[in-house]
């Protein structure tokens, strides 16, 4: 059986800190595994990926790659919203896509943008709603809601339209959601695209206060310097693995290298 990782927030039964004092339960790395064999995927019978092998134990996860590598692509067959088309993939001993359960309880994912995310219109219905796939009843769901939100400093958000919060704001939404289900995996899929210097500070403190397991996928080398591992990501199979200071110098090397090189019409690869 694996190991469940807590979360601890206030206002539930599992007790209560805020997430701006509090160091969230780390979950023991050694028993949990991302385990992605010869994976593939194609489109229209157009390999996106091909021959993917990634294992790791890592804490926090990172995957480099210029756009059109397949980033996007590996996030949502991680997240099990894709089949792959071959090959395997485990996520703490989960086949994430066939069983649905499992993956509520062991997957989130945080993606670029909060719209292809959010379907409600106020907060905390946003937030609940996943609660309720998982299982809880009403009540538990807007305790645990009620808990989030004040963990985050934010319980006046409760009511609010999420239409009238700003870009940067829509994105904490998400991060709050998606951490309400306490997924023992969280892949963020460049989640701070399109957001300017402060917010992307913000919303990585809160990320790292939180402690969860992360697999981060990004092209801006920047995002992925605190990562333990890295893979590098290149039209659509891995070609290197290592630490970020090992690998990131030469992955940016590269991408200058191309961007000298290249037509702007190759971009997708
Ligand atoms: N459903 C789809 N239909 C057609 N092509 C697709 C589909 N999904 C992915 N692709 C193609 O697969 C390739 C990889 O796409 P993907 O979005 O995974 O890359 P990415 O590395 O995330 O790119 P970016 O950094 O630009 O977001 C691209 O060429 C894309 O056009």
Redesign the pocket.
């Known amino acids: 059986m694996q190991p469940t990782c807590v979360f601890h927030h206030p206002g539930d039964s599992h007790g209560t800190r805020p997430v701006t004092e509090a160091r969230l339960h780390r979950c023991d790395t050694a028993h949990f595994t991302i385990r992605v064999d010869d994976l593939g995927y194609k489109?229209?019978g157009r390999p996106?990926l091909s021959g993917v092998t990634l294992h790791s134990s890592a804490q926090r996860i990172g995957v480099v790659?210029?756009?059109?590598?397949?980033?996007?692509?590996?996030a949502r067959l991680l997240a099990g919203l894709l089949e792959p088309t071959s090959g395997q993939i485990r996520i703490g001993g989960h086949d994430i896509f066939s069983d649905r359960r499992a993956a509520l309880a062991t997957v989130g994912i945080l993606f670029?943008n909060p719209e292809h995310q959010i379907i409600f219109p106020s907060v905390a219905e946003e937030i609940t709603f996943g609660l309720r796939q998982q299982g809880m009843d009403k009540a538990q769901a807007a305790a645990r809601t009620d808990a989030v939100l004040r963990s985050f400093d934010k319980p006046h958000w409760k009511d609010a339209p999420i239409s009238a919060l700003s870009q940067g704001q829509k994105h904490l939404v998400c991060m709050m959601a998606v951490l309400a289900m306490r997924p023992q995996l969280l892949i963020l899929d460049?989640p701070y695209a399109g957001l300017d210097i402060p917010t992307r500070r913000q919303l990585a403190r809160y990320l790292h206060r939180v402690e969860t397991r992360l697999f981060h996928i990004s092209?801006e080398p920047s995002d992925l310097e605190g990562c333990d591992e890295l893979f590098w990501?290149d039209r659509?199979r891995i070609v290197a693995q290592g630490t970020p200071a090992a690998l990131l110098p030469d992955f940016t090397a590269e991408m200058i290298r191309q961007g000298d090189l290249d037509d702007i019409a190759d971009l997708?690869?």
């Open positions: 489109v229209a996106v790659g210029r756009n059109g590598s397949g980033k996007s692509t590996l670029q460049e092209h990501l659509g997708a690869g």
